[in-house]
């Protein structure tokens, strides 16, 4: 998806969030500090609204009512296919129950998520780059998960053995992405990642364009142990 600036008109400032993971106190506490307004502002999700914390279905409520711009996440592709085939998963049946007969317009609204957004100075994608390959000709499944880079796409989670893809990454424009709470807030040249572990009892981030600023808040507790 291609989103220029002339189709926003009115709006200053791009707010990008990190993974939320169901945790809407701190959300709500970082729009706060941002001083978000949505008449100004555009607020774009790298993705992962829900799963392991607390309230997925108030975060998701949140992000629909703020007409925000969300990614695809690993988390939310994982509970659209809990969908299709009822898993084991406990959390993802709870989050069904939650939505109650209103369920299959909570599965439209997320199966709209695209697998990356490229704005005028950046993109956003959940997990990150295949290196040397356009995005709108990557699988969905690589850009919802891509942590490192083998050369052939066999392995993309092979941090001991393969470079991150964000040290491949060669393109013009900033790519801010989620997915990666181990690294932290990780700021680079040319990439923003911003997963840093708010529902592990950390914190939760969001950058700002074009001021190129962060923007974090801590966790109020540990809602899901890392191990």
């Given at each position: 998806m291609?989103?220029?600036k ?5 709006k200053n400032?791009?707010i990008?969030v990190g993974?939320v993971?169901g945790?809407?106190d ?9 001083e ?7 607020l ?7 799963g392991?914390?607390p309230e ?7 992000a629909?009512?703020?007409q925000a711009?969300?990614v ?14 009822e ?15 209103g369920?299959?317009?909570w ?5 709209s998520?695209?697998?990356?957004i490229?704005?005028d100075?950046?993109?956003v994608?959940h997990a ?14 690589h850009?919802?998960?891509i ?8 392995d993309l ?8 893809w ?17 690294n ?7 990439t923003v ?6 529902v ?27 191990f």
């Amino acid at each position: 998806m291609r989103i220029h600036k002339k189709q926003l008109q009115g709006k200053n400032r791009y707010i990008v969030v990190g993974d939320v993971h169901g945790c809407i106190d701190e959300l709500e506490h970082l729009l706060r500090k941002c001083e978000y307004q949505n008449d100004t502002d555009v607020l774009i999700f790298v993705g992962d609204l829900i799963g392991k914390g607390p309230e997925s279905l108030e975060v998701l409520k949140l992000a629909q009512e703020e007409q925000a711009f969300v990614v695809m996440g690993n988390h939310d592709l994982s509970f659209l296919r809990h969908l299709e085939d009822e898993s084991h998963r406990s959390d993802w049946r709870a989050l069904k129950e939650q939505m109650g007969s209103g369920w299959r317009k909570w599965r439209d609204y997320i199966s709209s998520f695209p697998k990356y957004i490229e704005f005028d100075d950046f993109i956003v994608v959940h997990a990150g780059l295949i290196p040397g390959e356009a995005p709108k000709q990557s699988a969905l499944e690589h850009l919802c998960t891509i942590r490192t880079w083998d050369g052939k796409g066999e392995d993309l989670n092979n941090p001991e053995e393969d470079p991150p893809w964000y040290k491949l990454y060669e393109g013009e424009k900033t790519v801010v992405y989620g997915h990666w709470a181990t690294n932290g807030l990780n700021l680079r040249k040319s990439t923003v990642g911003l997963d840093s572990g708010c529902v592990y009892g950390k914190k939760l981030s969001a950058w700002i364009w074009p001021d190129n600023e962060v923007i974090q808040v801590k966790s109020s507790r540990e809602y899901k142990s890392p191990f």
